[in-house]
């Protein structure tokens, strides 16, 4: 069946990079995605990979996919406070006119 | 601001009791999704209309049922409320595209 699973918590220090990982099941999953959930609000994309690629870049955002281990990560380069959240994994197949499955989602703490 | 609205924000109620979450998709979008968001089953969804028809099921309790009107806004309806129902309950509606966007939510507490 479709699963999706990430650890719970992670800390880092204000300024250093962050990953999160992420390992998924289906492997007809075609858009893999990171939601970041603040407090109080509702979910954000922040961004999605193709599953016919190894990574994407945009800004401090750098996401790895490793289609082979079914293993998806998030690096946000130089974490500010306002980088502190949930961020969810999620995949789905064919495309957004489809279900999301999510992740437990991964708590981001940053300390000073 | 996605562009999606959800109302009311908040919802308390008891147990027994029925309940109507409305969602207003982006202008355009003809998919709306519904989700759930509880501490101990995390994010589910929940179903999925496409112009009005039913595309997708998911966890589903059959107390709950939703639609979607002409206008393409939705409703979750939510019956014989049981406490463990309290969640927030999330909307998001996508177009053309391979994004979902979401809506802030509906807290809803069943004391």
């Known amino acids: 069946g479709e699963d999706v699973e990430q650890s719970l918590f992670l800390s880092v220090r204000e300024g250093d990079s962050s990953v999160i990982n992420c390992t998924y099941t289906d492997s007809s999953s075609t858009y893999l995605y990171w939601y970041k959930q603040e407090p109080g609000a509702g979910l954000q994309l922040l961004t999605y990979i193709f599953s016919n690629m190894d990574m994407k870049q945009d800004q401090r955002l750098t996401v790895l996919l490793n289609k082979k281990d079914k293993h998806l990560s998030l690096r946000i380069a130089d974490t500010q406070t306002g980088d502190s959240a949930i961020y969810f994994c999620a995949e789905s197949a064919y495309s957004s006119a489809s279900k999301i499955i999510f992740g437990s989602g991964t708590r981001l703490s940053i300390r000073p | 601001d996605s562009g999606v609205t959800q109302t009311p924000k908040h919802l308390i109620t008891a147990t027994g009791q029925r309940v109507t979450l409305r969602c207003s998709p982006r202008?355009?979008?003809?998919?709306v999704y519904w989700y759930q968001q509880s501490l101990d089953q995390g994010l589910q969804f929940l179903i999925q209309y496409y112009n009005g028809e039913e595309r997708a099921k998911g966890n589903i309790l059959e107390r709950f049922s939703a639609q979607q009107f002409p206008d393409l806004h939705s409703e979750l309806n939510l019956s014989s409320l049981e406490l463990g129902d309290s969640a927030l309950y999330f909307c998001a509606s996508s177009g053309e595209g391979n994004e979902q966007f979401f809506g802030p939510g509906t807290r809803l507490t069943v004391l």
């Open positions: 202008s355009g979008d003809l998919s």
